[in-house]
C-alpha cells in the first residue's frame, strides 16, 4: 500500500496563462519520468455512496473531504490503481493499491470481495465502507497532465487540460468515444503539491497567479453535468 501525505493547492487558470509559465517551470523543473516528456493521459472512474455522500460534501465547502476512485493511464493497461484520498484543507493524504484489471471490472460491477484476499489494511477499510453506504461508479473524467518535480521538498506541479467526462460512469477501460468536454476547454488546472515548503524560485512563480487558487473539483464538475 502506498500512502503520501502532501499539501495541495489547485488554480483554475487559463491555458494561455499556464503557457506563459511553461518556460519558467521547465527551467527550475524536471519533467516527470512519467510519459512522454513528463506528458500523459489520466483517466479516474470515481465512485459515491448511494446518497452521494462525498459529492455533497464537496458543493458544501466542507473542510473534511474523501473520495474514492480508479485511476488507469490508458485503456490498454492491465491494472488499475485503486485509490481513497482525503483531504483537510489544503493537506492531503492519499492511500493506494495496484489491483488487476479483472478486479477494476470487477469493482464496475458492484462486486467488491475481491478485496479481502489483499493483504493491505486499505482493501478490508474500502471493503467495508463500498459496502456498507452502497458505493457505486458515478462517472469517469478523463484529461491530459503535463507534470513537473523537484526533490526539494518533494515538489510536484502539474497542469490538467483538455478535460473530458464520460457518458456513463461505466466502461473504464472502453474507448474515448463516448467523451464530451468538461467546461471551458481553454481552461485548465494547475496544481501545486508539496510536503513541507516550496523552494524561492518556485513560490514567485505561483503567486503570479495565487489570488486564483480554486477549491477545484473535477468529480464535482463531471457530475453536475447529470444533474
Known sequence: MLKVFRKEIKYRIPVE???????????????DRYGDQGEYVVRSQYYDSFCDQDLQ????????????????YSPEDCSAKLEYKCKSGM?????????????????????????????????????VKLMQNVYRPKTI???????????????????DYDMRFATSPYGLFDSGEMYQ?????????????????LIAPVREIIQQIDRLADANSKYSQARLRYM
Do not use: W
Not at 20 to 30: I, N, P
Open 57 to 72: 460534501d464537496n458543493l458544501d465547502g466542507l473542510m473534511e473531504k474523501r473520495k474514492i476512485r480508479l485511476r488507469i
Open 181 to 197: 468536454p468538461l467546461g471551458n476547454m481553454d481552461m485548465g488546472v494547475l496544481e501545486v503539491k508539496y510536503n513541507d515548503f
Open 17 to 31: 496563462t499556464y503557457l506563459m509559465l511553461e518556460g519558467r517551470l521547465g527551467l527550475l523543473l524536471e519533467r
Open 91 to 127: 493537506d492531503g493524504l492519499k492511500y493506494s493499491i495496484v489491483i488487476s484489471k479483472k478486479e477494476a471490472l470487477q469493482m464496475e460491477n458492484h462486486d467488491y470481495s475481491f478485496l479481502l484476499m489483499h493483504e493491505e489494511e486499505l482493501a478490508t477499510f474500502l471493503y
Open 141 to 159: 473524467v478523463e484529461y491530459h497532465r503535463r507534470a513537473y518535480t523537484c526533490p526539494a521538498s518533494d515538489i510536484r506541479i502539474t497542469f
